[in-house]
Nanobody
Framework: QVQLVESGGGLVQAGGSLRLSCTAS????????MGWFRQAPGKEREFVTG????????YYADSVKGRFTISRDNAKNTVYLQMNSLKPDDTAVYYC????????????????WGQGTQVTVSA
């Protein structure tokens, strides 16, 4: 069982930056692939980025490539999402998720989810 808690969301102006954190409970965090998803009001849940347990594989949605960076610190049981050059379209609730081995875009392959953190980007 893995419990995930996101933090770092907030209100930021367009062009600004935020760093989200997701801290996991349990001793086996390093064996899980991690992902970030987001959901805006009235829209489907959307894959943002994923990272393998060994950090050697990362995936990004086209909409965030070059602006967002995922990283993880297995010693701290934490995965990060650095978001730069934020746009109003990035406004959403951001969720982190854990998977036994999958770090891609299919949400149903992730077994554990956090409660989400709100990111609002003003124009």
């Amino acid at each position: 069982q893995v419990q995930l808690v996101e933090s770092g969301g907030g209100l930021v102006q367009a062009g600004g930056s935020l760093r989200l954190s997701c801290t996991a409970s349990g001793r086996t965090f390093s064996s899980y692939a991690m992902g970030w998803f987001r959901q805006a009001p009235g829209k489907e849940r959307e894959f943002v980025t994923g990272i393998s347990w060994s950090e050697d594989i990362t995936y990004y949605a086209d909409s965030v490539k070059g602006r967002f960076t995922i990283s993880r610190d297995n010693a701290k049981n934490t995965v990060y999402l650095q978001m730069n050059s934020l746009k109003p379209d990035d406004t959403a609730v951001y969720y982190c998720a854990a998977s036994s081995g999958y770090s891609g875009s299919l949400y149903y392959k992730y077994e554990y989810w956090g409660q989400g953190t709100q990111v609002t980007v003003s124009a």
